[in-house]
C-alpha cells in the first residue's frame, strides 16, 4: 500500500479482555516499530522487528503485551487481559533500512490504534 | 539514562508569525536527530533528519539547526499557517550496544496552536 496501514483505528475494550491490533507495513520495509503513546506524550517504544525477527522487545510494559511479525510484513501486536493503564494510542513505524549504523532512514508512522480500556 | 526535553511544553502564536521550539538531550552514542509533526488524532510524520556533522536543514517554512556540541536542536517556523497547528515531536536516534542498529527517543512535543 501507499503507507503504513493499522487496524482498527478505534477499539474499546472492557477491563481483563484480549485485543489484537494489527500494522500493515508499507511494502518492502524491512524494520518495524511499535510505540505507545499516552495523551499527551511522546511516543514510548515497545518492540522492534527486522523482518520476521524480533530483535527488541524490551519496551513491552509486561508480559501481557506480545507482538509477532510471523511472515516479515505485517505485524500484530496482542495485549492480554487488558487493564485501564493500557489506554492508549498504539503507533506502528516501518522503515526500509534495517536501522543500521549510520543509517538515516525514513520512519513512516501509520496512523495509529486508539485503545480506550473501560 | 537516555532523554530528549522539549521546550515550551506548548505555544500560542498568530498566524503570520514565526516561532521557534527547543530540543535538549542527552543520549549517547549520538547518531541522528529528527524533527516530526503530529497532526491531532494522525501519526507523526517527518520534517527533518540531520546527523551530526549537520548543523541546519530547512523543508519549506521548517528550519531545523543542530548544536551537538551543547546537545540542542531547535525547530523555526517562518509565516506561520493554520495549518502548522499541531504537535512538534524532537526524535534522536541513538546506535544500539548490540549492533541491531538505532533505537529512536522521543521527546514529548510541544504543542503549537496557529490563530487567526
Known amino acids: 500500500g501507499a503507507g503504513v496501514s493499522q487496524s482498527p483505528r478505534y477499539k474499546v475494550a472492557k477491563r481483563g479482555q484480549d485485543v489484537a491490533l494489527r500494522c500493515d507495513p508499507i511494502s518492502g520495509h524491512v524494520s518495524l516499530f511499535w510505540y505507545q503513546q499516552a495523551l499527551g506524550q511522546g511516543p514510548e517504544f515497545l518492540t522492534y522487528f527486522q523482518n520476521e525477527a524480533q530483535l527488541d522487545k524490551s519496551g513491552l510494559p509486561s508480559d501481557r503485551f506480545f507482538a509477532e511479525r510471523p511472515e516479515g510484513s505485517v505485524s500484530t501486536l496482542k495485549i492480554q487481559r487488558t487493564q485501564q493503564e493500557d489506554s492508549a494510542v498504539y503507533l506502528c513505524?516501518?522503515?526500509?533500512?534495517?536501522?543500521?549504523?549510520?543509517?538515516?532512514?525514513?520512519?513512516?508512522f501509520g496512523e495509529g490504534s486508539r485503545l480506550t480500556v473501560l | 539514562k537516555n532523554q530528549v526535553e522539549q521546550s515550551p511544553q506548548s505555544l500560542i502564536i498568530l498566524e503570520g508569525k514565526n516561532c521557534t521550539l527547543q530540543c535538549n538531550y542527552t543520549v549517547s552514542p549520538f547518531s541522528n536527530l529528527r524533527w516530526y509533526k503530529q497532526d491531532t488524532g494522525r501519526g507523526p510524520v517527518s520534517l527533518t533528519i540531520?546527523?551530526?556533522?549537520?548543523n541546519t536543514k530547512s523543508n519549506g517554512r521548517y528550519t531545523a539547526t543542530l548544536d551537538a556540541d551543547t546537545k540542542q536542536s531547535s525547530l523555526h517556523i517562518t509565516a506561520s499557517q493554520l495549518s502548522d497547528s499541531a504537535s512538534y515531536i524532537c526524535?534522536?536516534?541513538?546506535?544500539?550496544?548490540?549492533?541491531?542498529?538505532?533505537?529512536?527517543?522521543f521527546g514529548p512535543g510541544t504543542r503549537l496552536s496557529v490563530l487567526p
Open positions: 540531520m546527523t551530526f556533522s549537520e
Open positions: 513505524a516501518s522503515s526500509f533500512h534495517r536501522s543500521g549504523i549510520g543509517s538515516t532512514g525514513e520512519l513512516f
Open positions: 526524535v534522536v536516534s541513538v546506535f544500539r550496544r548490540d549492533n541491531y542498529g538505532q533505537n529512536f527517543v
